[in-house]
């Protein structure tokens, strides 16, 4: 394959000679680029076909030989982009500036960023996919044990969310944070190694190439969290005072003496349960995916041609979890759902169907690159606008019948329990974003102490006294997923945003709170042309402000759930 691709790009050369005699550099480089173009879309979208096929049937069956096939695709994919000679070609057409046409130059930047990424060593990068993997099965064996019995992160949570004995949260939270032992060298090691590539592709360290090459630029991400800590931290305390009182009462402590442990969470990153409200009794006799179908199909995207590919009831061997995934960029989405009649699952399938929608109604006779989301985090911004609606007692009244009455007993509840989630998950994703730049800027440094540092600054929970362990690196997704965490909050800036503005320029309503979003096909008229139909052709900011009027802002977020 690399010799085809070496050939493939010398006859490319020997064109823009031949044209170069007779039309302009700029004809001459974006006819290059077109031909280059047409060659990669020749030797990655069928492969990235067969990779998206043999994943899904991996989560389905969750046999070894189906993830094996994956894998192997996947290491041929990597090949195309890691090879040197296309993507020389890519850099002295970008060199020449040349390339004028809007949607070949956009194609051109989402093509450079995915060849820069796999321009270093192949050797290089197989070591890190090898060390990486070695400590994802570390996380996917340890269970903690207490008193003999093994017990799974699940179970901990489960003793976390409703013990009241302070020794035993106690005991539970410190166990299982053991696992950091265990990887903690392996992640720093991982992550010097990460430094190494960067620094070869000559950025600072591998947390500016990720943002960089995402399309982010460090300066402006950083300077949104300064913003919305700004924004939320009053908030916060108060809620949290809240939080403190709650809990002195629940474990008959001071306050000064509640520990991280007494927060019903290992990280203290979802919300612990405040209030009264039970939303769960509202979708114990539903069906959730008729439920989901009919609200969307009531906002003008239909989504029964997607229903019949997913696969959403639990089987044996299958993912756990739930994904969407857009098999082909031609149609062919799939959503992966485990369902069970309650409000956490209907969550999910709005959420999931959010993703599904933002797929299927992306241009189709865009060019394949740009037939995606804008970027991660926007079609995120989709799933949690939607997800968010299970929780809603508008939304529960004009679906699910329940009385005016009702509505009004749940409606304080409801709020200050969505409230409560955003804060301190914005907390605990602040702490999230820096201690990975933190790190990566100086993986040296006493990365214990700044976790804590982290934690405590954020969060407002006490270190407990002596303690020096590595917890940052319980936490998978600093070893496994790298760089990406910010994204899930700036999603949920932008879904306000979102809200915001359909609600204001689209219902011309003034209530956010009251919206249920229910039977009115200008949602998905919106969406569907301002943000959805776009796709990649347009950088993600840009899209955002030619959706919504103004670029991203926490500004919404914080009118949402702050003021």
Same mark, same amino acid.
């Given at each position: 394959?690399?010799?085809?691709?070496?050939?493939?790009?010398?006859?490319?050369?020997?064109? $823009?000679?031949?044209? $170069?005699?007779?039309?302009?550099?700029?004809?001459n480089?974006?006819?290059?680029?077109?031909?280059?173009?047409?060659?990669?879309?020749?030797?990655?979208?069928?492969?990235?076909?067969?990779?998206?096929?043999?994943?899904?049937?991996?989560?389905?069956?969750?046999?070894?030989e189906?993830?094996?096939?994956?894998?192997?695709?996947?290491?041929?994919?990597n090949?195309?982009?890691?090879?040197t000679a296309?993507f020389a070609?890519?850099?002295?057409i970008?060199a020449?500036?040349q390339?004028?046409?809007?949607?070949?130059?956009?194609?051109?930047?989402?093509?450079?960023?995915?060849y !820069?990424?796999?321009?270093?060593?192949?050797?290089?990068?197989n070591?890190?996919?090898? +060390?990486?993997?070695?400590?994802e099965?570390?996380?996917?064996?340890?269970?903690?044990e207490?008193? $003999?019995?093994?017990?799974?992160?699940?179970?901990?949570?489960?003793?976390?969310?409703?013990?009241?004995?302070?020794?035993?949260l106690?005991e539970?939270?410190?166990?299982?944070?053991t696992?950091?032992?265990?990887?903690? !060298?392996?992640?720093?090691?991982?992550v010097?190694m990460?430094?190494?590539?960067?620094?070869?592709?000559?950025?600072?360290?591998?947390?500016s190439?990720s943002?960089?090459?995402?399309?982010q630029?460090?300066?402006?991400?950083?300077?949104?969290?300064?913003?919305?800590?700004?924004?939320?931290h009053?908030?916060?305390v108060?809620?949290?005072?809240?939080?403190?009182?709650?809990?002195?009462?629940?474990?008959?402590? #001071? #306050?000064?003496?509640?520990?991280?442990w007494h927060?019903q969470?290992?990280?203290?990153?979802?919300?612990?349960?405040?209030y009264?409200?039970?939303?769960?009794?509202?979708?114990?006799?539903e069906? +959730?995916?008729? +439920?989901?179908?009919?609200?969307y199909?009531?906002?003008? /995207?239909?989504?029964?041609?997607?229903l019949?590919?997913?696969?959403?009831?639990?089987?044996p061997?299958?993912?756990?979890?739930a994904?969407?995934?857009?098999i082909?960029?031609?149609?062919?989405i799939?959503?992966l759902?485990?369902?069970?009649?309650?409000?956490?699952?209907?969550g999910?399938?709005?959420?999931?169907?959010?993703?599904?929608?933002?797929?299927?109604y992306?241009?189709?006779?865009?060019p394949?690159?740009?037939?995606?989301?804008a970027?991660?985090?926007?079609?995120?911004a989709i799933?949690?606008?939607f997800?968010?609606?299970?929780?809603n007692?508008?939304? /529960?009244?004009?679906?699910?019948g329940i009385?005016?009455?009702?509505?009004?007993?749940?409606?304080?509840?409801?709020y200050?329990?969505?409230?409560?989630?955003?804060?301190?998950?914005?907390?605990?994703?602040?702490?999230?974003?820096?201690?990975?730049?933190?790190?990566?800027?100086?993986?040296?440094?006493?990365?214990?102490?700044?976790?804590?540092? +982290?934690v405590?600054?954020? !969060?407002?929970?006490?270190?407990?006294? $002596?303690r020096?362990?590595?917890d940052?690196?319980?936490?998978?997704?600093?070893?496994?997923?790298?760089?990406?965490?910010?994204?899930?909050?700036?999603?949920e800036?932008?879904?306000?945003q979102?809200?915001y503005?359909i609600?204001?320029?689209?219902l011309?309503?003034?209530? /956010?709170?009251? !919206?249920?979003?229910?039977?009115n096909?200008?949602?998905?008229k919106?969406?569907?042309?301002?943000?959805?139909?776009p796709?990649?052709?347009?950088?993600?900011?840009?899209?955002?402000?030619k959706?919504?009027?103004?670029?991203?802002?926490? #500004?919404?977020?914080a #009118?949402?759930?702050?003021?």
């Amino acid at each position: 394959m690399k010799t085809k691709f070496i050939l493939s790009i010398f006859v490319i050369a020997l064109l $823009g000679i031949t044209i $170069g005699c007779k039309t302009s550099k700029k004809e001459n480089m974006e006819a290059k680029l077109s031909e280059f173009i047409k060659k990669h879309d020749s030797l990655t979208v069928t492969l990235s076909k067969e990779i998206n096929q043999a994943s899904w049937t991996a989560s389905i069956t969750g046999k070894d030989e189906d993830y094996a096939k994956t894998e192997a695709l996947t290491v041929k994919l990597n090949n195309v982009y890691a090879n040197t000679a296309s993507f020389a070609t890519l850099k002295a057409i970008k060199a020449s500036n040349q390339v004028k046409d809007p949607l070949l130059g956009r194609q051109l930047t989402v093509l450079y960023n995915a060849y !820069q990424s796999a321009a270093v060593d192949t050797a290089k990068l197989n070591a890190i996919t090898k +060390l990486q993997s070695s400590i994802e099965k570390n996380f996917s064996k340890f269970r903690t044990e207490i008193k $003999g019995k093994k017990l799974s992160d699940n179970e901990i949570e489960a003793i976390l969310k409703t013990s009241v004995n302070s020794n035993e949260l106690k005991e539970a939270w410190t166990t299982q944070k053991t696992i950091g032992n265990l990887v903690n !060298q392996d992640i720093i090691k991982l992550v010097k190694m990460r430094n190494e590539v960067a620094k070869e592709l000559g950025f600072d360290n591998y947390h500016s190439m990720s943002m960089q090459l995402n399309e982010q630029d460090p300066k402006e991400i950083e300077r949104l969290f300064d913003e919305l800590d700004s924004l939320t931290h009053n908030t916060f305390v108060a809620l949290k005072s809240e939080m403190d009182d709650y809990f002195a009462k629940r474990y008959k402590l #001071k #306050k000064e003496e509640l520990m991280p442990w007494h927060y019903q969470n290992r990280f203290f990153q979802e919300a612990p349960k405040l209030y009264a409200v039970d939303l769960d009794k509202y979708y114990a006799k539903e069906n +959730l995916e008729k +439920l989901t179908a009919t609200y969307y199909s009531g906002i003008g /995207l239909e989504i029964g041609d997607m229903l019949k590919n997913s696969d959403l009831y639990e089987k044996p061997g299958k993912n756990q979890h739930a994904y969407c995934t857009d098999i082909d960029n031609e149609g062919d989405i799939r959503v992966l759902c485990n369902i069970k009649p309650n409000q956490q699952w209907m969550g999910t399938m709005l959420h999931e169907f959010g993703h599904a929608s933002y797929d299927k109604y992306t241009d189709r006779s865009l060019p394949y690159s740009l037939r995606e989301p804008a970027h991660t985090f926007t079609t995120e911004a989709i799933a949690m606008f939607f997800g968010r609606l299970s929780s809603n007692p508008a939304w /529960l009244q004009a679906m699910l019948g329940i009385s005016e009455a009702e509505k009004a007993k749940i409606a304080d509840d409801c709020y200050k329990t969505l409230r409560l989630e955003q804060l301190v998950f914005s907390r605990w994703v602040q702490v999230m974003y820096r201690f990975e730049k933190g790190m990566y800027a100086n993986p040296d440094q006493d990365l214990n102490k700044l976790w804590w540092d +982290l934690v405590e600054k954020y !969060q407002m929970l006490k270190k407990p006294e $002596g303690r020096n362990a590595p917890d940052w690196a319980t936490k998978i997704h600093i070893a496994t997923y790298p760089c990406y965490y910010h994204n899930y909050l700036l999603g949920e800036l932008l879904a306000s945003q979102f809200s915001y503005y359909i609600t204001e320029k689209v219902l011309k309503a003034t209530d /956010l709170k009251v !919206q249920s979003f229910v039977g009115n096909p200008e949602i998905g008229k919106y969406f569907t042309e301002m943000v959805f139909k776009p796709g990649k052709r347009f950088f993600w900011n840009d899209m955002i402000e030619k959706a919504t009027g103004e670029k991203l802002t926490p #500004k919404y977020y914080a #009118k949402q759930f702050v003021n």
